[in-house]
């Protein structure tokens, strides 16, 4: 099963939000453009031995930033 969700999302289709593809695209062509917002980002970050440990990667941060601001969304819709 896990196998087929991988296959599933191999290829990302943008046919409905083709913006984000061409963000998409930019990211992957560009990693440079994460050192722009490295200080940001890691700013007062501390490693911690408790708590979870599931927090979303640098990269996964950029994108949903993105996002949030290409769709204007605030903070609670962002959550949904």
């Not at 990211?27 to 490295?38: A, K, V």
């Amino acid at each position: 099963m896990f196998n087929e969700l991988t296959l599933k999302f191999e290829k990302a289709d943008w046919a409905n939000n083709p913006e984000f593809g061409l963000i998409d695209v930019i990211l992957e062509e560009h990693p440079e453009y994460y050192d722009i917002f490295n200080d940001d980002i890691r700013q007062g970050c501390k490693y911690s031995e408790f708590g979870r440990k599931d927090t979303p990667t640098f990269e996964q941060i950029v994108r949903a930033a993105i996002y949030k601001e290409v769709k204007k969304l605030d903070y609670r819709e962002l959550k949904l």
